[in-house]
């Protein structure tokens, strides 16, 4: 099992960025906290809006909106897991997430390569999602396994089937990837199991995750509802990820996206605790700037680093695992 070294504990001379204060985390929550109790999040699933009924969420049926007293959000808090176990198919390659320890993944997900071979960029295929597994699997600086490309030459209505046939058996590794909905979800968990040896074997030790994104500002399509669910489901952890655009999809302030960004990364975690208190929850980001001359997203900015740093100090506020952006 690998615990990576501590980041910015002082006894080991560690490095910290401090981007806001206690007392400025604080009043960000606080912030949160009003926007999900008065203004609420777009679940466009009917199954997720009565898990959050049932849960104490207030839900407004024809707008499809639910909001979320103070009490509901901060039991979810207090019931997600700090310490994640991230298995291996090699225990040797085990990752835990923990406070105040920090690891590395490839970025994903890209759409087109440059070919090895013939120099031309083209369509990235089943092939590609294959070779940048084992690509990952040699590189020890990566600690898992994000799916890097897709396989664009399955079929669409699968093709999360065949991108999982693809990496899984090409790293020992554990592995992230977005599914697509809740039921190639469900059929991915039962791939995995296969790999593990049954479903008691993939709960006692989980060799893949899975991600998801809302929509910003402040909505879940029903795939990103499934996914929560059918992972809280199974034991395996999501990573709800905000792609949120400051200055686009998000308030041009760091403060401001950063509510927005909480508020819709804690509504998923509410949902997620709702299917079943105590499930494996990742706090994610992707969030950066718009650049405004472009209209496009300032991937490797300054923006996107402090961004992506103030991700990481609200997720240790809350005790929850991150999952940032390179800067």
Partial sequence: MKRSLPAGKKPNGGLSFQVFTEDELNDIHLATLDVLENTGLRFDDEEALEVLDGGGAMIDRESRVAKFPSRVVED????????????????????????????FTNFGEGLFINDPYTGKLRETTKADVASSALVVDYLSEIDVYERAVGAADAPHQTVQLHNAEAWMPNTSKHGFMGSGNGYLTRK???????????????????????????????????????????????????????MAMAGGSSPVTLAGTLVEHNAEVLSGLVLSQCTRKGAKFIYGSSTTAMDLRFASASVGSPECGLISASVAEMSTFYGIPSWVAGG
């Fill in 188 to 242: 991915i968990v039962d791939m995995a199991a296969a790999i593990a040896g049954g479903r008691d074997e993939l709960q006692q030790r989980p060799i893949v995750s899975f991600i998801t994104c809302p929509v910003s500002p402040l909505q879940f399509i029903q795939d990103s509802c499934e996914i929560i669910m059918e992972s809280a489901r199974a034991d395996l952890a999501v990573n709800v990820l905000s």
């Fill in 76 to 103: 979810a808090i207090e019931s997600a897991p700090s310490t994640i176990l991230l298995a291996g198919r090699n225990p040797r390659h085990d990752f835990v997430l923990e406070p105040d320890r920090v690891g």
